[in-house]
């Protein structure tokens, strides 16, 4: 991963760090790879840093829930209403492309800030903490 990974990424007009230690890759089923990554927003605007909390890079097509997006990189956000959370996906240029509910896993054990765990049937999810979305290869 860290061989993939960019130091920075260009979101909305900003060139912010990615967090390697809060990383994480996936192989999709076509052998093609999803990179998702927490980025550093310290020194930035509270706007920027409430919109923006990550980045996820694909070589192919993916879902998150049921949004199907292309290859390419893609920044996320997440949206805390009361006791639920959404993790609403932007392009780069900054436009919001979807918002998808994320459940909450209570028995998750560590919790990370983010994480990619693949089951034994080859299902996958991206957890932000306990929160999770389902993802697949398209």
């Avoid at 290859?71 to 240029?93: E, I, M, P, T």
Wanted: hydrophobic share 40%; aromatic share 8%; charged share 20%.
């Amino acid at each position: 991963m860290k061989q993939l990974l960019p130091a920075t990424v260009f979101i909305d007009g900003e060139n912010v760090p990615t967090q390697e230690r809060n990383a994480a890759m996936v192989a999709l089923p076509n052998g093609k790879v999803l990179l998702a990554s927490l980025i550093d927003t310290a020194g930035y605007s509270s706007a920027y840093q409430e919109k923006y909390s990550g980045i996820l890079l694909s070589q192919t097509g993916f879902t998150l829930g049921s949004k199907s997006f292309d290859a390419g990189g893609y920044a996320f956000g997440r949206k805390k209403d009361g006791d639920s959370v959404s993790l609403l996906v932007y392009n780069l240029g900054g436009d919001q492309l979807a918002e998808i509910a994320t459940p909450k896993q209570e028995n998750l054990r560590p919790v990370k800030p983010l994480q990619i765990v693949v089951a034994d049937d080859g299902s996958a999810r991206l957890y932000l903490g306990p929160y999770y979305v389902a993802l697949a290869g398209k």
